[in-house]
């Protein structure tokens, strides 16, 4: 191929990509508007209220919207008021129920034994079933995260009931 050719090829080419980007940014949009069967151009009105209707939507105008507003925030406030005082009564029967439990749970001192070959999972289901914790899983996961699943003592300890995870583990592992 001559110098001669390829250039003629280029601006050939050049020519079609000129007239494609002219049809398809000043060309398709209008015929796009008109539809296929000659249809008049929607307009963004009716677009909208296609919108609304199939998403089952309502448009009102602002001063209706100010006004409904205003109302349902009155409303919230009259409501949050009655939910503050309702919270309020339910959190001070819940106090009142926490104490008595409290009251009951009494703390006590209880001599604690460790014995040799006890894993630290065998400790903190003995701790949990002597009531000194809450949880043996989580006692576990406590002793795993500072590093002393491995430092656990042998012995006889006085631990009370109701003691956090972090008492516990301090006393059996000094």
């Not at 601006?11 to 000043?26: K, P």
């Not at 009655?82 to 106090?95: H, L």
């Amino acid at each position: 191929m001559s110098k001669q050719e390829a250039r003629g090829l280029a601006t050939g080419m050049f020519i079609a990509a000129l007239l494609l980007t002219f049809y398809y940014f000043l060309l398709a949009p209008l015929t796009k508007a008109e539809g296929s069967d000659g249809e008049k151009e929607v307009n963004e009105k009716q677009i909208a209220e296609q919108y609304l209707e199939k998403n089952q939507l309502v448009a009102v105008d602002k001063k209706e919207y100010e006004t409904s507003s205003k109302f349902a925030s009155e409303q919230k406030d009259e409501n949050k008021g009655i939910q503050e005082a309702a919270a309020n009564k339910d959190k001070e029967e819940a106090d009142k129920k926490e104490a008595e439990k409290k009251a009951e749970e009494e703390v006590k001192p209880l001599n604690f034994s460790i014995e040799s070959g006890m894993a630290s999972s065998e400790v903190a289901e003995a701790l949990q079933q002597a009531k000194i914790i809450q949880n043996a899983e989580e006692f576990i996961n406590v002793l795993e995260n500072k590093g002393l699943e491995n430092a656990v003592q042998l012995g006889t300890f006085e631990l009370q009931t109701g003691m956090s995870n972090v008492e516990v583990i301090e006393v059996i592992t000094r």
